[in-house]
Each structure stands twice: as C-alpha cells, then as structure tokens.
C-alpha cells in the first residue's frame, strides 16, 4: 500500500496540466548577470554538496544541472533566469540537483531580494528549519520546496509574502504547522493559487481555520496531514478550485453538498478518511472531474457501481478497498484517456475482458452472453491494480501489450493458466502473487522488462520456476524480488548481476547447499531486507555477511545452518532492526559486541545451540522490542540490566540454564512496555518477584489499546513467537500488542503467589506451574478479567480455590491440579466446563467435576457470581469471624501464607472447619 500510495503521489505530479520546469526558459535577449548576483548563486551552490539525487529525480530521469561556472554569464546556467531589463536573477530551478547540505540561515541566498521563483524541490537539507528570512522575498510569487528535507515549525514570516501564487512545501515529513501560522498565511496570501502542503504535520491545526481560503484557488493538495476534525463545507464551493486532494486523513470527517453545487472540480481525492459520500450523487454533479480517488472511503449508497460507466472522461480512478461486488466495471477501459485504474480490495468477481475488434465482438456476443468486451487496448493505462478480488480465468493477451503501462497489480485473485511473455518494456512493477497460475515460467517472459524494479510471485503452488531461477542476464534493474513459497531450489542466478536488489524474499522453498558468496557481494551497498527462512540451507553463516551493510532485516530461521553467529553482526546494528536466526543448530556465543546506537528491534535466537551468557552491551539497543533466546543452553542469572528498555515488549528466556534468584529492580520503572515474559524452564529460584509485578505498566491496563488491534512489527514484517498457550505450543505469527502472558514454570520459585499479580489486569495468560509455591491463591487472580488461560499446577498451593475465579468468564484453560488445595470448587459460568484434569492431585477439592462429594449439603450450590462480603461472617455463634478469616482464611490479604501453616502442621483443624463450614457448610477436612 505504502509504495502504491508512494506511486500515486509521483503519477499524479505528472498529471499535473502545467510542468513548473517548462516555465524556466532562458530568453536569448536577457543581459549579462550582476557579478554581485553571479557570485551570491555560485556561493549558494557550493554550500552544498553533490552527491545522489532524490530517488523521485532518477524515476524521472531529471536531467542534471551543470552550466553553473564562475566566469560565465549566470544569466545562462541551467534553471536560472533573470529579469530582461535589469539583468536581476528573477527565478531559480535547482530541483532535483542533488545538492547535499544543511541551508545556513545566513546564506547569500537571501541577498537576492529580486526573486519571484525559487525551486529548490528534491534535495537534501539534512533537516535544516526554513529560515524566517524567507519571509524577506517580498515580491516571491512561486516557492518551491517539495521533499526537501527541511524540519521544524513552519516560520510565520511566510505570510509576509503575500505575492505569493505558490507554495509547496509537501513531502517534508518532519515540518509542522501550528493553528496560528497557517491562518495567518491563509488571510495574507490572498493571490494564492496553489496550497501544496502534503505530508507536513497538522496534528494540532484546528480545519475551521481553512474556511478563509483564497477564492483564487485552483488547487489544495493536503494529503497525509494527520489532519483531524471536520473539513470546512464551504472549500467545495470555491469557484476556481480544479484540484482537491485531502486523502489519507484518517481521522478528517466531512460531507459533500448535498444542493447548488456547481464546481470545476477536475481531481477529488478523499481516499482513507472519514468523509460521508454518495459516490453517484458525486459522479452526477462533477461534470469534469478527470480524477477521483475514493479509496478506503465511507461510501453510502450504491453498492454496486453502475454509475462508474458515466464517468467517460475519467483518467485516474480508484475506488480500492470500498466492499464493491459484482462485475468489474470493465467499461471504463473504453476511456482512451485511463492512465490509472485500482480497483483492487473489493470483492469483484468474473474474468477480465477480451478485446475485440467488430467482428469477433459480434462472433462471441452470440455465442458467450457472459465474456466482457472492451473496444480496444486501453492504451494509455499507466496503473492498472486488481489485488485482493475473486477474479478469475485466464489473463487475456491484450494485458501483455499495453504499451505505457507501468505497475500491474493481480495479485490476490483466482487467476489461472499460464504467465505469458510481456511485451511492454516500461513495466516498473509486477505482482502475481496468491494465484493459482501454473505452467513453467520461462525467463524469456521477462526478456522485455528492462525496467522492472518490484517482482511479487510468490505463492503460486503450480507455478514451476527452475528455468526462471537459472536464467541469466534478465531483470538487471530489480530492486525487489518476492518468491516466497514458490518451490524454487535455488538463490536465483540472475541475482548475480542485480545490482540494485534491495529486498529479497526467498522463504519457505526448498533452497538447499550454502549461503552463495556471491550474494553478499551484489547486495553490498543495497540490500536492506533479506529473508530465507524456511528452506534446506546448511553449513555457516559467512562472515562476509556483515559486508550487507544496508541490512534492516535479516532472517535465516527454520535452516539448518551451523556453526558461530559471526561476531560482526553484532557492528551491523547501526542498521539492522531485525535479526531472526532461530530454529538452526548455531552455537557458540550471543554475538557481544552491540555498541552505542544499536537499532535492533527485534532479535530472535530460539532453537539453537547457544551457549555462554547473554551480552550486557544489548542494553546500547534501545530500541528492542522483541528478544527471543529460548531452548538455547544459555546460562546467568536474570539479564535484570534489561529493565531500563523502555520499548521492550517480548522477553524469552525459555528453556536454558538460567539459575538464580530474580531480585528487585534497580531502577524506578523496570520493564514499563513487557508484555509476554516468559521464563519457563530454567533454574530460577526465589521468591516471585513481586517488586516488578507492582511495575510492570503495560500488563496493568487492560483497556489501554483495545480499540484496534496492532500488530507488533513495522508493515513489512510481523514479529512471531511460539508460547505455551492455554497447554499448547502455538506460533503466534503476528504478536497482538494486546496479548500479555507471564510464564514462569517448571523453575524452583518458593514462596507465594503475591496478590499485586491482581493488578496485571490485561493479562490473557498465566503460568506459574512446577515450582515450590506455597500459600493460597490470591482472590486478586479474580480481577484478572482478561485470563485465557491458568496454569498453577504442581506447586503447594493450599487454600480454597477463590470463588472469585467464577468470573473470569474468558477462562478457557485452568489447570490447578498436584497442589494442596480443598474445599469446594466454585461452580458456574467457566467452571461447568472444566473437568477432572483440571484439579487432579488435590485431596481436598470436592464437588463438580470431581467425584467426591462435599459433605451433606450439596443441594446448596453457591450462587455463582456471589462474591464473598466480611459481613457474612460477622458474629455467628458469639464468635468473631472476621478476625478469624483475616488471621487464618484464604484470599484475605493479611491471612496470605498462614493457611499454609495452617494445614501443613495440621493445626487448628476445628478452625479450618467452623471457618470453611461457616462459609459454606460443606466442607469435610480429610
Ligand atoms: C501580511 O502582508 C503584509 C505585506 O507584506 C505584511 O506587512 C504583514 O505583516 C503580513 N501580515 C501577517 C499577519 O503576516
Ligand atoms: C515543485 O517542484 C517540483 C519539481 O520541479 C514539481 O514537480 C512540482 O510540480 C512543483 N510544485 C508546484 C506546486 O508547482
Ligand atoms: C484517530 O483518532 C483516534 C481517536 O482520537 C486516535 O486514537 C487515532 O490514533 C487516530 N487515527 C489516526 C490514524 O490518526
Ligand atoms: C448515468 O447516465 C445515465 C444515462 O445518461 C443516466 O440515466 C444516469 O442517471 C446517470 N447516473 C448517474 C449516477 O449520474
Ligand atoms: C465499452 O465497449 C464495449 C464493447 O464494445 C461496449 O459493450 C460498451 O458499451 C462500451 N462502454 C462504453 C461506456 O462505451
Ligand atoms: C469464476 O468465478 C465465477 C463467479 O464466482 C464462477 O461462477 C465461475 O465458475 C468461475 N470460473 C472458473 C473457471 O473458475
Ligand atoms: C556566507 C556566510 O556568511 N556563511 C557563514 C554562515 O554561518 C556559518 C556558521 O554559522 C559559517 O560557517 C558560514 O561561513
């Protein structure tokens, strides 16, 4: 989606009807340039360096810049122009020239007091603020500052230009503008035409100070703004606005007008927000809209988009991700005009159309009532996005020979038969992944595609890709390449020469042998994701694996790999963020050498041969959110020095030789993010520690993120952990940041459960089975209404089972059994659906499931939510049983541990029986 949307932005640049570039001409007559004026450009210049241009520039091939000499006339360099009477430097172009470099606040840009344009769009301002001097350019009718990296607050000095025609400032992610400055700028620059500011920060504008906008406006692009609120009505009434886009505002909320709506609109772009819109009162009215983007929107009215056919003059379309259904609306590939159609994430059904000259038109029209016709091949299409419908059949020829398309989308469908030869050489971008293609993909398929940079096809189980992965000298330009369960047996050979590979995804195939060296030669200075997971590879991991030192991502799980980790990965954590080699047989050490500025996020050893300690320097990535060394044959105590980071959620120590005691915390807020701990077999001993029980902040509030449900992981890779869950192994793929569990089983912890665990409110599961704890269990486990799962089994665990436990009505899994604990089993809601297994080896449980009865009684169930009151104790029989259930009862605070006591030296027996009796009347000791 990321790259789709990053597309778009690119494409609908293009679409725009007038190229500021083409306004810079140099006119023949102009006189020579002032030496002052010469020598302030040239000093600008060469403030920067030249280094790599914007990526956006080399998708477009921008042509350089290189006239700029001292000694000539500046009045001729490249993207200069100057006034023909004065010989003044009225207008500078120096986008895209990948100029590298902060802009001093003091630069001689700002002596040239003449300018009316200044472009200084795609370079690299390494964060530097837009200077207020800005503000000085009093007679700037165009400011050009699009993805230019600059930062900070957006200076208020802007609005004393109020010449201003245009201004773009989109694309610099880190800029903000506050309420305040926005309005003024609104109010002042009353000649504004164009308001480009997509991208910057508006988390805090307040929409209702867009009401006062320009009438002179024709365009107002503020995509992806975080703006929030509700957008001002009267913006669709501006009489002169042609372009509208404010998509991407998840939180932006707003209707269309429902009457007297008469409006030049051309391009309308509302995808992903929270706009109201009845897409064919929408369609009726806008007359000349060329572009309409509606992704992802709250659309009422028809489901069905008949409608759409009206649309003849439409060029760009996207109605992705709106639930439609039914036939594709083919008929829009009649539009000669069509550069860009997405249609992908509905539920469209049926196959793509054939097209057709007259006669065969008439031919098949008589004899398959069901096969769509297009007139001809939509030979402008650019885009074409179909993901994620229940398209099927064959693809149809005409779909290889679109001459200009670009990205083709099929993704995600039904589609069958086989991959055919393309014969447009401009395609950028191919998926066909999660299909059911099959045939042998021969390499000559791709023999065109000289531009092809994204390759998606994985997940095709009848596809045969052997002469595809032996091929040679094809896609020399890809930049990603997903193969992903395709049954490949090989690292491509191709790849050899792929010199710009960034992202490479070759998992669950059955590539065996080792990892070629050759590999981390091409991907040297580019390869940022890596992913073999899952297949047959063997030997070691080659050190030459650190020469990969654009790594983020790497992941080797699920191999047979063996031998050391190399110790520089450890030195590639200035990069990498996620490191998974679990499930091989490495052994030796933990890589120990993570330095200051370690970007590691997620580090997964699991299933391995490691030994040794963990490395204090892990605490330099203060980033780690996942830490994952479980079934290894590490040893140490606690890794407590793990409790100052701030962002770890995931810790696996399972299965090693941990031993010890786990003490307290050293700092105020240990482990304030932990979700999932899980310590299980180990040697720890001690007690619980309830210190960092009492901090743990992010198991305690359990409506914190409810909401939505966020997956741990940035979008391009979900973390997975297996955890014993509800007494299975489970692999949990994704990470639901609302999943909290503590697993402290099969250890020797002593001691008692500490009624703080009552406060891990959003915990789902709880294992503190096979360790030495004694005392009752804490009626606090009651508050825990989110457990799945309770695991307390084989301890010493004495008391009365709390009926608070009644209550957590999630409980799906509770195993209580080989402890000490007697009297009755609360009945109802969960309970009725436990059975023996659950509480076997407890002499004294009694009632359902088990089939010892409770004494006389059983006709007296408990009623099952009833909750015990002190007051229900009060004086019965002249004895003060208050004071008796605070010294000696289970489940009340200051009693914890002295049941215990109570039974093991067998004590007061008639205590326990007028205690439990009086509660229940049924209890018999044994
Ligand atoms: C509006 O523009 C005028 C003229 O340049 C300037 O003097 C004034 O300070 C500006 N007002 C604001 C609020 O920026
Ligand atoms: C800003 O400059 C870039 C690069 O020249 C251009 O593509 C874009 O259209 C310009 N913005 C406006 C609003 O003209
Ligand atoms: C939308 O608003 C809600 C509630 O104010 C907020 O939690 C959420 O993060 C916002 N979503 C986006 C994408 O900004
Ligand atoms: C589409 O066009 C047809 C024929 O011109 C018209 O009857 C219908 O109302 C139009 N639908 C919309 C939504 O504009
Ligand atoms: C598109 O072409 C097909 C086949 O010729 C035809 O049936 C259909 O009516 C056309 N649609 C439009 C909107 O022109
Ligand atoms: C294609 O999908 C349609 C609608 O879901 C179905 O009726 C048809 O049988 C499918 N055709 C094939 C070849 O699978
Ligand atoms: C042109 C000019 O005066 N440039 C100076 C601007 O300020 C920086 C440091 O703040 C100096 O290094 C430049 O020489």
Redesign the pocket.
Known sequence: MGRILCFLIFFLFLSLPNSSLSSFSINSSTPLCLSDQSSALLHFRNSFSVGNSNGYCDYYSYPPKNSWKKGTDCCGWDGVTCDSMTGHVIAIDLSCSGLHGPIHPNTTLFSLRHLQRLNLAYNHFYGSTISSKFGGFAIMTHLNLTDSSVTGNFPSEISHLSKLVSLDLSGNIDMRIETPNLKRLIQNLTHLTELVLYEIDMTSVSTSCLTNLSSSLTSLRLTSCQLKGKFPDNIFHLPNLQILRVGYNYNLTGSLPTYNWSTPLESLTLSETEFSIDLPYLISNLKSLKDLLVGGCNLIGSSYPTFL?NL?QITVLDISDNNFGGQCPW?LL?NTGLTFLDLSYNNFIGQLPEVTTKLT?ILSSNNSSNSQ???KIPSNLKYLSLSGNLLNGTIPSWVYTIPSLLELHLDDNQFTGHIDEFQHNSLVSLSVSFNNFSGNVESKIFSKLKSLRYLDMSNNPHLSLHSFTSATNILSKIHSLQLSSSNITEIPQFLRTAEYIEYLDLSNNHIKGNIPSWVMEVGKDSLYYFSVSRNNLTGHIPSLICNLSSLIFLDFSYNRLNNMIPPCLGKLSDNLKDLNLQSNNLNGTVPTTFAKGCQLRSLKLNGNQLEGALPQSLVHCRNLEALDFGNNKINGTFPCWLETLLELRVLILRSNNFHGAIGNPKTKFPFPNLRIIDLSHNEFHGLLPTKFFMHLKAMMNANADKGELKYMGDSYYQDSVTLVMKGNFIVLVKILSLLTTIDFSNNNFKGEIPNVIGELQSLKGLNFSHNNLIGCMPQSLGNLTNLEWLDLSSNKLTGEIPIQLVDLTMLAFLNLSENHLFGHIPQGKQFNTFMNDSYYGNLGLCGFPMTKACGNDEGQQPSPSSTIQEDDFEFENGFHWKVVLLGYGCGFMFGLGLGYLVFSSGKPKWLVNIVYGGRHNKLRRP
């Open positions: 056919s003849t008929s009649n038109q016709l297009v007139n």
